[in-house]
């Protein structure tokens, strides 16, 4: 079942003359999972089509946006309308207040947004804010948790509870990383110990549900009391929704777990494929924000037309009925899943929150922190991905990432699926 790729081959060759790795984002290059990436050069639905012809079921994504799957009419459609008149001016267009207003109405905690270009400015731009708001120059991170790659936010725990951060990244320096305290996802007291003990902190930060190692889901109410504690410490929480907005409900974790952040970061999802990233608050929060307030931030290509356009069409088309379907889906694909999961216990888990889902090649029962990921056996994942790419499925390339569901993806999708999966695991666990 050897699967042909000469053709990306030779432009992964090309590619490594011109560009670092041959890419422009690192795990792009597969290097955890072995051998070179595939070159695309069509994706439709659920599909993608490599340069050598290869069809693929895509649990990529794109990493996510594309909750609609590939190359939507509708988004190809608006695209093409806003870009025959205009790739951008620099200056306010009525697009920018249609996709606002719908992201202020579907989350009760945002009553003003500025649009960015990527999630890590979002991140980065709502950190500013926090600390200019509250005048306050500590931040918390929590381990697992990924918001780009802004200085202060590539910093890496250390091995006890809660640590002064260490740079996790050549380029940053220790004052830059000294500023974020690291603490333990779903450990509680790790974070009271945190915040009962430094009065300087502006903000923590986090992912409601960790979604960039492995999917990590949040302990039966520990979001609440991280809220409460946030609130006790006169401290701003911040959700980093840049998956979760718009992929676990409308109004993201916030609206799945009825929690509210006090700021909320997008990205992702609202930009329909293209890039996009935003931060939102309270309005006395966002008042903060330049022109109106002292915190600076601006864009040359914030709020382009052509990325809001797509946007806008994507939010439109997440109606209720829409985000039944992706939950039915992934019911399916558990359900599917289960007499495979069953017969590797202890071997393997698969987890599932909605349209997102993860494999872990693990001995545990269930996995609720970060350490409990670290120890999965990433060998059988590379083995794995490769199996499943023989078999017409594209998952992302590392055992770290989570696989997402589109509306575009069908139960025959999820069938073929199931059995490569099936297959697969039959090489690698035997
Ligand atoms: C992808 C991601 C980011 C970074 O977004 P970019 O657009 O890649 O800069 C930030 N936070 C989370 C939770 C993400 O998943």
Known sequence: MALHTSRSKELYDQACKYMPGGVNSPVRAFRSVGGYPLYFKLGKGSHIIDE??????????????????????????????VAENGTSFGAPHEGEISIARMVVESFPGIEKVRF?????????????????????SKIIKFDGCYHGHADHL??????????????????????????????????IDALHQVLSNNDDIACCIME??????????????????????????????????????????????????????DITTLGKIIGGGLPVGAYGASS??????APDGPVYQAGTLSGNPIAVAAGIVTLQKLVPSAYQKLEELGKYFEEQMQPIV????????????????ALYFTNEDTIISVDQVKECNMQQFARFHRLM??????????????????????????DKTVKAIDESLEIVLR
């Open 52 to 81: 050598d012809g290869n069809d693929f079921i895509d649990y990529c994504m794109s990493w996510g946006p594309l909750i609609l799957g590939h190359a939507d009419n509708d988004v190809v459609k608006a695209i093409q309308r």
């Open 116 to 136: 960015v270009n990527s999630g890590t400015e979002a991140t980065m731009s709502a950190i500013r804010l926090a600390r200019g708001y509250t005048g306050k």
């Open 154 to 187: 590539l910093v890496a725990a250390g091995s006890g509870l809660a640590t002064f951060g260490m740079p996790d990244s050549a380029g940053v320096t220790r004052d830059n990383a000294r500023d974020t305290i690291v603490v333990k996802y779903n450990n």
């Open 208 to 261: 409601p549900v960790c979604c960039n190692y492995g999917l990590i889901l949040p302990k039966k109410d520990y979001l609440k009391q991280v809220s409460e504690l946030c609130t006790k410490y006169n401290v701003l929480l911040i959700f980093d929704e840049v998956i979760t907005g718009f992929r676990l409900a409308r109004g993201g974790a916030q609206e799945r777990f009825g929690v509210q952040a």
């Open 284 to 289: 006395k929060i966002m008042a903060k924000v």
């Open 342 to 357: 069953s017969r590797y216990k202890y071997k393997l888990l698969f987890k599932r929150l909605a349209s997102i889902f």
């Open 389 to 414: 790419l023989e078999r017409g499925i594209y998952l992302s390339p590392s055992g770290y990432e989570v696989g997402f569901l589109s509306l575009s993806h069908s139960k025959e999708d999820i």
